[in-house]
């Protein structure tokens, strides 16, 4: 969800979905580096992938 954010710079993004596991809906709103809302608060973000492994470059995020 995050990476949209790059598509609207400077504007507040609102993202509304639901959770995966529960079915519970979930509600972000953000702009730029900031994190306007969270709901529920407890929302946890997960990356498939070995983020140590990125950030030694074993892993690639991709080709631009």
Do not use: Q, Y
């Not at 598509?7 to 730029?32: S, Y």
Request: with cysteine.
């Amino acid at each position: 969800m995050l990476a949209v954010r790059w598509l609207f710079a400077g504007k507040e993004v609102r993202i509304d979905t639901n959770c995966l596991d529960c079915g519970e809906p979930i509600t972000l709103r953000m702009r730029d580096e900031k994190i306007l809302e969270v709901n529920p608060p407890t929302v946890v973000g997960h990356m498939n992938m070995p983020f140590a492994k990125a950030l030694t470059g074993e892993v690639s995020w991709g080709s631009a």
